[in-house]
Structure formats: structure tokens, C-alpha cells
């Protein structure tokens, strides 16, 4: 298998490390700064785009710009996948934006350098078919299910939604208390030392991919909006302020 | 070793079979209902108050009441330790209430049925000396610390104002996602699945435990305030909108 990663970033740099276990990479970065990982061979753009396969790791705010620029130089037969933390959006611009004789697949791998650490085993990966031939899927989906992921397929909108009480809520969290300046303490709880270590992972990330992702699922606002109601009815019924049909657990 | 336990509620049915290890204990529950646990005898409640050294397992918000109506009945020469999740309320009114002969040491065994697991290796425990001599004082430090605690000794100020930024900002954030109504999802990032803990963990406690928790502690107050804040920096920076001074992490 030859696959090609368009981008290495943090997270392209670590997928592209992944893939290499199983199928010869090929990697590309405008940054010439940044090395290829180990096993992994640098080439030039057009190289990358020539594979069979490309994943884009690029950031969510670029994907329109660098599609645009590169998608008349994809070959036709050629499958592209996006990895961004949202679906519906770059769904939509493959769609839009990709030659009629491309495939196109949107995937979510939902883990990362930090979240993987040894093992791929049990974490999750979303597939949004685009642009597939069903036969095509589900090779894919068996060779990600091969790596130990747990893979889901669905549509975009429902990635969305998902995503953003679950993902979006926890990586929101970890931005408010850091924001908070949360430290570890000589007195600290086991779900104080629980609620660090989301701290840390989350804000590992790049500042960018925490603002593209609740900026670019069109159901984050909904999650912050409900979050922030919630610390209000908490914050009501530690004040002893009874609420009409609150839901506040345990009262 | 004799010690008594007044209190057979979640926390003091576990501490009594904890400490039963250890030494011979004699408890007392108001509540006839409540079994005595394992390797801990039943006993009135005068039996319990003349033990040489007393653990109250109440509710913060009960202890007044409880310490006012057995203060007279405590033979002189007893120690007796609190065990609530704040320490300056209870720790002033062991002071005021305890007859001249009795010592007290004010406790927080900062963990519970649900965090303790199998060991206490490494769990925080404070203790705020309220009236104790420093030998006897000094004998309950290695005792704790004999069990695997982390034992740290500081004034019930320095104790509230730590515990609202570990313990009382985790617990109030499990509360907040209890109420948005997180649940277990099929692609639930690493992340996302150790929030959930945190929600389970935190949200076993009694309603009670939390209210008291946040309402008995003079600076969770200031915490909930800041968090709101925080929370609102964050929301701000989504939105792209500039602050004068913001330390919103990352930009």
C-alpha cells in the first residue's frame, strides 16, 4: 500500500509516523523545517498528490484554501481524505471542489500524539463517505478497524453534533481551566489530578485547532450556550434559588 | 488502638472499616438502618463519645447541631477529630463547643469509596490542629501517613482556600456536566471518557456533601466567580472578540 500526507503538522507528522507501520508514506510540508518522520519519506507536492491515497493534515481554517489550490493537480483514480476535527464543512468542499474523477472520503481520527500514546486499541475514527464506491469503503474501514481503532461511519452533521458535546465540551473545559490557571497541589484529589491531566492533553494541542473546531461545528455554539445555562442552574441551587423544571442533578 | 466513629453515612461506614485495619472500632449511626461494616462493632451512643479518640463522619451542615448536643457527654482527656470537606467552620466551632478537657484536631481525608479504590498509597489527607498537644498530634501524623496518606498539616484557611481550587472546582464542574447531561458515547475521545469519570466519581457523592461543600467553604464563592469568567474569556476569544488584558491561553 503507498499512501500519501499532504501536511506535517502535529498531528500530520504523527499520522503519517501511524501509517508508515503498514504502507510505504510519502510526506509533504511547506515548512521545510519540518522533518519527516521516522520511516516516512519527504517529496515534493505534486509527488504527494500523485499517490493513490492522500490525507490532507492541514489545519481546519486552511483545508478551502489549500483544496482550491491542489485539486486540479490530483490525478483521477486518486482516493483523498480529510482528517479535520469537524466533518460537515470539508465534506462539503471535497464535494464541491474535487474533479468528478476523484474519490473523497471524510475521516475523523479522534485521537493524537498525546491521547494514542502506545496503542491505537479502542480509540475512535468517524468516516463520512463523500465520494466512494462502497467496495472502497469498506476496505478502508477494515484496514482503520485492522489498526485497532474503533471505526463509525456516518454522516457529517452527525460527527458534528457528536462531536461537539463530547470533544467539544472536554477540549472547551480544559481551555477554561487553564484559562482558570488550575496547577497541581500537594492536597489534590484523585478527580482534581483526573481533571489536569485533561488539561494538559487538550491545551498540548495548537491554539488554532482549539478555535477551528468550535468555530467550524456549527453545533459548538449550542454546546457552550447549554454548558453555560448549566453553571448557572448549579450555581442557582448552591445559592438555595429554586428554578421551574430544573433538571439540577440530585434535587 | 480503640476509636470511635459517630457517623454510619457513605463516608463514615467507609473511614470505620478503613480504620478498623488498624484498630479496634466502635460506631454509632443514628440511623438503626445502617449495618456496621466489616470488622466494626455497633455500639450506643455514650459508648462511642467515651472513646479515647472520635472521628464525626456528619454532614458539614449537621455538625453544629451534633458537636452542640454531645459536646457536654465527651469525657475529658478524648480527642476528637472531624472529618468535613471544609475545615475553618468546623474547626472554630470544636474550639468554642468542646469542653477545656478534650483536644481537638481538625481532619480532611481528601478522598472517598470511589477514589480510594484498593489503597490509599499517595491520597491527601490535612489535618489543622485545632487544641492538641504536639506529641499526640504528631502520633496521628505518622498514623495517617503509616496508611499510605500524604498527610499535610496547615491552618483550615490555607485548607479552604486550596480545596475550593481543586477539589471544589472538580466537584462543581462534575455537577455542571452532570446537568448538560453527558453520557457515554461510541466515539468519545480519551478526553471526553475522563470527564466522564470525573462526572461519575463526583456525582456519587450525596447532593448534600456538594451543597455543603460549595456553600460552607468561604472561597468556593470566588472560585465559581472566576470560573464563570474564564469561561466567558474563552467564549469571547471563540467569538474573535479582543480583551484588554485577557490571559486566555494561547493567544
Redesign the interface.
Known sequence: MRVGVYGLGRFGSFWAQVLARHAEVRAWSRDPSHPAPPGVTRAGEDEVLAEPAVFFCVAISAFEEVLARTASRIPAGTLVMDTCSVKSMPAALMGRLLPPGVSALATHP??GPD?AGESLEG??M?LCPVRIDPDELERWRRFFTSLGL?V?VMDPDE?DR??A???G????????????G?AP????????R??L??VD???ND??QL??DL??FNPHTREM?E???R??E???A??DGVPRRGT?????
Open positions: 479522534m485521537f491521547s480509540l475512535p468517524v474503533s463509525a460527527h457528536q462531536a458535546f463530547t470533544q465540551v472536554t477540549h472547551y473545559l480544559g481551555r477554561v481551566l487553564k484559562d482558570l488550575v497541589s500537594a492536597i489534590g484529589t484523585v478527580g482534581y483526573r481533571l491531566e485533561i492533553q487538550t491545551c495548537p491554539w482549539f478555535l468550535q468555530r457552550r447549554r454548558l453555560g448549566s453553571l442552574a448549579v450555581m441551587a448552591i433538571d439540577v442533578a440530585g434535587t
